[in-house]
């Protein structure tokens, strides 16, 4: 099974700083990755797809990069609504599988 | 835009079976996969399986296999969880989440979006 790891567990930083979110996988996943953010009590909504495409309605501030084994999340200049938790999520065909990242809590300073 | 709703809270019994439903509105409901998603109070998420409603077929997380069915009924558009052998460690909340793309476009698994707004489901004695 492939394992996703967070880092950090937690990111404490203030409105308009930027961002870094970094999620690493135990095996190449290609660009088999996404990005999620969940608030208290909300469902997760998916922020990032196959590594680095924006969902709809995504703001631009919001952009994931990498391939292979390492990845990252990055919002330029944090907003107030921004702070969440973040996971990442790959997915396989062969075998059937869908794993998530434990989190990154992105707190406020 | 579609949107899924999910049924309300449960409370069972150890040893008990949960079902929970999810039903879709707004958009197309046979060719895109359903999964089921929980999470654990406090915890991180963890899938469990999905269908795609035209085949009928349904695949299963390992951990799963054997004490989840996961079904679809087109007619209603409506995709079905059932949990059985309930423990408290299935105390979670539920989520069923559609995924992004057509299964002609992408095949399952692919990312989910949109989610349901989550079902509690509470196991105790």
């Known amino acids: 099974e492939i394992v996703l790891t967070q880092s950090p567990a937690t990111l404490s930083l203030s409105p308009g700083e930027r961002a870094t979110l970094s999620c690493r996988a135990s095996?190449?996943?290609?660009?088999?990755l996404a990005w999620y953010q969940q608030k208290p009590g909300q469902a997760p909504r998916l922020l990032i797809y196959?590594?680095?495409n924006r969902a709809t309605g995504i703001p631009a501030r919001f952009s994931g990069s990498g391939s292979g084994t390492d990845f990252t999340l990055t919002i330029s200049s944090l907003e107030p609504e921004d702070f969440a938790v973040y996971y990442c999520?790959?997915?396989?065909?062969?075998?059937?599988?869908?794993?998530f990242g434990q989190g990154t809590r992105l707190e406020i300073k | 835009q579609v949107q899924l709703v999910q049924s309300g809270a449960e409370v069972k019994k150890p040893g008990s079976s949960v079902k929970v439903s999810c039903k879709a509105s707004g958009g197309t409901f046979s060719s895109y996969a359903i999964s089921w998603v929980r999470q654990a109070p406090g915890q991180g998420l963890e899938w469990m399986g999905g269908i795609i409603p035209i085949f009928g077929t349904a695949n299963y997380a390992q951990k799963f296999q054997g004490r989840v069915t996961i079904t679809a009924d087109e007619s209603t558009s409506t995709a079905y969880m059932e949990l059985s052998s309930l423990r408290s460690e299935d105390t979670a909340v539920y989520y069923c989440a559609r995924e992004l793309r057509d299964i002609v476009v992408v095949p399952h698994p692919d990312w989910f979006d949109p989610w349901g707004q989550g079902t509690l489901v509470t196991v105790s004695s």
């Open positions: 095996q190449s996943v290609s660009s088999y």
């Open positions: 999520q790959q997915r396989s065909n062969w075998p059937l599988a869908v794993t």
């Open positions: 196959d590594a680095s």
